[in-house]
């Protein structure tokens, strides 16, 4: 007897429907056989099954089972095969017609007691399936909300094989799960951390201001404690708010790598991820033979902290360039490549100098201008060249520190980045260029025209700081931004002269 079902395997995070066919009507067989681009996790599967169905008081067939997998030349990853294979598996002992299996999408990894198990990338899964024209899937309990956030399907979650076999009979009465996708949004919707938490540092959250209005890359520069990490961990909470189809992407990437945290369906915050300097090149960018997003994958939407930038190896570095242009990621593979979402606002960190307190007033510095010099040259290069925001952090007052802090002051500041960016989208129109940041050389030269006075004071500012072409570049994108946060058409010699006070690191120490 030929059961014929469907099941879904992902590639990165984009699902593929895949057909699985189970004959258990052949003999000749010294054991059963799984055929189609397994991977090990699914070659295994055949003796979970087996146990899965024993153990769950059914009737494991006299004769051996093939198992087909299709289309052959997809590589089936993961261990989400198994409940499929065990349904397949029981459709002449399981007591429910072969047709019942037709209208499902199902996953699912069994435990050999017969429970099943989450599966990553269950999200997807349920995307592909509603694309693909079916009505209703079968997922682990536990990723059952995960699933239900897609509309147009029915999402049927079970906690073991019985109860899988429950429903395909018709004697388990079992609802489908529907949730309210936009009351999860927007309750989800809330940062813990407000930018109020941060005593003094005005200049600073003015310059943050900046770069979240036209998101431009920074580079914060400070001596140890200053606040450096508090204050990138409240960026996200100044960006304009996720909208529910940024929300799905992201929430895609964290549920194809099992990063989901239970009871939350959505990734509805901007994440903040902060990769260490020790961090590999597959860790960031993503890898493997079933290839796995990485921290820039992670941080889509949100922030890509890099803390101790002076500490990244170049060549680390040098990987995270393309990406960063892109706003995506491509993993080339033997067969194809695989692309992730990746875009990201970068936040970098570093101390002035090796022992951190170069100019602090706080404590004398310890290097000499040679390591320091040195040190400062170790983050010229491919990255710097991203980045638009140079500023200081220096260390507060005990006084300040003390201070009360205020009411929210996230929530005003991004209705400032808010009204800035929507300038910004009347401006470029409908084109993937929506930010001030990601103007082309042309964009900069046709909406960023500077008056007489403008026009002086950068010429000045590029002979007397040796300023490059791509320096001139990005103070006139910084300026436009700091116009919009203003909101005002007409870049006046003032927002220059703040957009060159971002390019410290262009500079001589
Ligand atoms: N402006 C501030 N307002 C309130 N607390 C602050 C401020 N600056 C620093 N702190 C306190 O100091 C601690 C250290 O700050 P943080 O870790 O952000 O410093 P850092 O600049 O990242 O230092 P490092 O260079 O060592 O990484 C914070 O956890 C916070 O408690
Ligand atoms: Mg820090
Ligand atoms: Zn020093």
């Known amino acids: 007897m030929l059961a014929r079902l469907h099941s879904v395997t992902l590639e990165g995070i984009e699902g593929i429907i895949c057909e699985v066919e189970v004959d258990v009507s052949r003999g000749g067989w010294d054991k059963p056989l799984i055929v189609g681009l397994p991977d090990t996790a699914v070659k295994e599967s055949i003796e979970r099954v087996r146990s899965a169905i024993v153990n769950s008081g059914f009737k494991y067939p006299d004769t051996q089972s093939l198992v087909n997998l299709a289309p052959a030349d997809v590589k089936k990853a993961g261990p989400a095969f198994d409940l499929p294979i065990a349904l397949g598996t029981l459709c002449r002992t399981g007591g429910f017609p072969s047709e019942a299996l037709k209208r499902y999408v199902i996953v699912g990894e069994l435990a050999l007691d017969g429970r099943v198990r989450p599966v990553n990338g269950v999200l997807s899964m349920a995307m592909t399936a509603v694309e693909n024209g079916f009505s209703r899937i079968i997922v682990p309990l536990e990723n059952t909300d ?19 076999v429950g429903l395909l009979r018709g004697d388990l009465e079992l609802e489908p799960t529907s949730i309210d ?3 999860i949004f927007n309750v989800s919707a809330k940062y813990e951390m407000d930018f109020s938490d941060v005593k003094g540092q005005e200049s600073v959250k003015r310059a943050v201001t900046i770069a979240a209005a036209g998101a431009h890359n920074m580079m914060m520069i400070g001596p140890p404690g200053a606040g450096k990490t508090m204050i990138s961990q409240r960026i996200a909470t100044i960006l304009p708010p996720l909208t ?18 239970k009871g939350n369906a959505l990734i509805a915050t901007r994440p903040v991820r902060t990769p260490h300097h020790t961090a590999s090149g597959p860790a960031l960018i993503g890898g493997g033979s079933n290839p796995r997003p990485g921290e820039l994958s992670l941080a889509n939407h949100g922030i890509l902290f890099l803390d101790e930038f002076a500490e990244f190896p170049r060549n680390v570095l040098e990987m995270i360039r393309q990406p960063l242009e892109e706003s995506s990621v491509t993993i080339s593979r033997a067969k194809g490549t695989v692309t992730f979402p990746a875009q990201f606002m970068m936040v970098a960190a570093m101390n002035p100098c090796p022992c951190g307190y170069f100019g602090s007033g706080q404590r004398r510095c310890k290097c000499s201008p040679k390591q320091i010099e040195r040190y400062v040259s170790k983050v010229s290069g491919p990255l710097l060249d991203r980045i638009d925001i140079h500023i200081d952090v220096p260390a507060v007052s005990f006084r300040k520190l003390r201070a009360k802090s205020g009411d929210s002051e996230s929530a005003r500041i991004r209705q400032q980045v808010v009204s800035a960016r929507r300038m910004q989208i009347e401006r470029f129109g409908n084109g993937k260029i929506t930010t001030n940041a990601t103007m082309t050389h042309k964009q900069v030269e046709k909406f960023c025209g500077l008056d007489e006075s403008s026009e002086q004071l950068l010429k000045q500012a590029m002979v007397e700081f040796a300023l490059s072409a791509r320096a001139h570049d990005k103070i006139c994108k910084v300026a436009r931004t700091i116009a919009d946060l203003d909101g005002c058409e007409t870049i006046k010699a003032e927002y220059i002269a703040e957009a060159i006070s971002y390019r410290k690191l262009d500079r001589k120490f």
């Open 146 to 164: 995960e699933a239900a956030v897609v509309s147009d399907i029915e999402v049927f979650g079970v906690a073991s094989l019985a109860q899988a």
């Open 181 to 183: 996708v936009d009351k």
């Open 244 to 261: 529910l189809e940024e929300s799905l992407e992201t929430t895609r990437v964290y549920s194809s790598v099992g990063l989901l945290k």
